[in-house]
Each structure stands twice: as C-alpha cells, then as structure tokens.
C-alpha cells in the first residue's frame, strides 16, 4: 500500500549544514585579520541581524505586528548598564540578566497586549515602548535624559580597544547564531507549524486545537530574551546609553522592519539579504539628510508591491533555493500490506 513519508531535509542539507559552519567559522576569525571599523561594522550588523530575526519570528512567522520591540532593546540596555554599575557580576552574566529581565517585563506586558487585536495591539506596543522612554528620561537613577555611562572599571575590564572590540564582535555573533538556532529549530518542530497556523488563520488554528494564546505568549517572551541582550550588546558597545536612542522607534524598530521586508516576510533567508541591502543603501544614502528615510521608505513600499515575498522569494521562485529547509515534503512509498 502507499505511504506518505513527510521531510524537511533538502537535497544538499548536509553540504549546506558544512558550509553554515565553515562561515561562522571564518566570521569568528574575523578579529585575526580584520581591522578595527571592520569588526566593529560587523558587530552592529549581527545585533541588526538579531533584531531582524527575532521581529520575523513574531510577525513573518506568528502574525504578531509588533512595532514596539525598541521597547526591549532599551530595557535589554538599561538593565545592562544598572548591573554592571552594581560591580562584581561576569559581562556574560550580566548579559543573561539583561535578557531575562526584558522577558520577566514582556510576561505582563503580554497579557495586556494581546487582549487586543491587529492595528489595536501595533498602536499599543508602540505606546509602551513611548512609556517606557518617558519614565526613563524622568527618572534620576538611569540618569534621565542625559542617560549613563559604562563604569569606567568594566570597560578597563575588558582590555584595550582591539581586544573590547574583538569581544564585541564575538559576543555580536554568538547571539545571532543563536537567535537563529533557536528560530530555526522552533520553525521546524510542531509548535512552529502552530505558529505559522496562527498566522495564516487564527481562529482556525485554535478550532483545530492550537493554544494561540500560550504559543503567541512564548514568540513575544522569546523575542524579548533576545532582543533584551542584543539591546545590552548595543550599548556596551557605545558605552553610553540614553531614552531617546534605548527606545527609538526609527533605530530599532522602522530600520528592522525595513530589513525583514525587503529581505523577505517568513523566512529565515531574507533578514540576511535584507541586511545586507539595509546596510549598502545606508553608506550611500549618508549625504541625503532626511531624504535618506524617505528612500528607504519608498524602497520598501515598491518591495511589497512588486514582490511580496522580498528579495528571498523572488530567488527561491526563480531557482528554487533553500538554505534553512522549513518546508516540509510529503514522499509516498510503497509499503507491504498488513
């Protein structure tokens, strides 16, 4: 008799796996042979690249339109810089801290969320993270508006400006491969099919048994961890955190969008396309004052129309690549009657 066989595995997933490896690698070699405005461009493209990840795993993936994830790359950077100026906590476990305290706030935070729906819920994230900004900047104990500095002991700590530069390339780098291990394990076991339902469909999904409300609360928490370190990592890096560049929706939230639409909506190819693309149009658009948002803007309304699935669909139409194989395959075999 016939038997469905279902698969995830693409046609070369081992030679793809080698090669993921073989790139990480060199990256993580990068501080041996790359200068300094080198490593230190790369550092912010893989706390982009994580911001970019974790923002598709909520609204490419679950159809969670946040627009107010800036709110945790500020507390991510807050918490950091409060913990380091405690003196005596590990830079990793200070890192940790950060990330969890942004996930103990976004638990409540998504309980009140989430009793709101489409542009309700967008507008709303949005609000928090304006809230949050506010009490910031009234509140003398982060330094309110003026912000605060790293402690000048934890950046000693870390050595002379190459090595905190190599630690911070470093520390960029393993936070994105594991922003994308994590999205990439979760998309393929079956609380990612439940996302993925959720987005296509949610009252749907919950008929057919999906907890839309748990797995929508575990995507926000999630990303929220993530975006929480990769806000401390930011920071560190510029040893100087303040409300207006911790919770600025341009920065943190527009730029990421730009990135995950133009690269490619629900998929775990396109952040990377996008970021590269993010990052070309921004060294040549540099000169052109405010028009530099207007461009990128009309960039990524033509993206939407002419291609909606980003640059990433448009190549995996045309030659049908997949580097991170989600996609499952049903194969019918021929097996022996009972």
């Known amino acids: 008799m016939t038997q469905p066989a279902v698969t995830q595995a693409g046609p070369h997933a081992r030679l793809t796996a080698l090669c993921i490896a073989a790139v990480i690698l060199a990256l993580a070699l990068m501080p041996y042979f790359a200068d300094r405005f080198v490593l230190r461009t790369a550092t912010e493209m893989a706390c982009f690249l994580t911001l970019a990840v974790m923002w598709n795993l909520l609204a490419g993936f679950a159809g969670v ?115 994308y291990l994590v999205a990439y394990l979760w998309l393929r076991s079956g609380r990612g099919l439940a996302l993925m339902a959720m987005r296509d469909d949610a009252e749907a999904a919950g008929g057919l048994g999906v907890s839309t409300r748990q797995n929508r609360l575990m995507v926000y928490s999630v990303a929220a961890f993530f975006t929480g370190i990769a806000g401390a990592i930011i920071f560190l890096t510029k040893l100087r955190i303040s409300p207006s560049a911790a919770f600025s929706v341009n920065e943190w939230t527009a730029a990421v969008i730009f990135i995950v639409v133009i690269g490619g909506l629900g998929s775990l190819e396109g952040p990377i396309i996008g970021l590269a693309v993010f990052f070309a149009l921004r060294t040549l658009l540099a000169d052109f004052g405010p028009w530099y948002l207007i461009i990128l803007g009309a960039i990524a309304i033509a993206t939407m129309l002419t291609a909606p699935g980003g640059l990433w669909g448009v190549l995996h139409k045309r030659f049908g690549w997949d580097v991170f194989a989600l996609r499952r395959h049903v194969k019918l075999t021929i097996g022996e009657k009972s």
Do not use: C, H, K
């Open 65 to 179: 339109m946040s627009i107010g994830q800036q709110l945790y790359v500020g507390l991510g950077g807050y918490a950091f810089f409060l913990i380091a100026a405690m003196g005596g906590v590990p830079l990793m476990a200070a890192l940790g801290l950060s990330g969890l305290i942004a996930l103990l706030i976004a638990v409540p935070a998504a309980f009140l969320l989430f009793r709101l729906n489409g542009a309700y819920f967008a507008v709303a994230t949005w609000v928090l993270a304006e809230i949050a900004a506010l009490i910031a900047a009234q509140s003398d104990a982060v330094g309110a508006g003026a912000g605060l500095s790293l402690p000048l002991q934890v950046a000693r700590a870390l050595g002379n400006n190459d090595e905190r530069t190599a630690i911070f390339w470093w520390l960029a780098l393993g936070l994105a491969v594991s922003a």
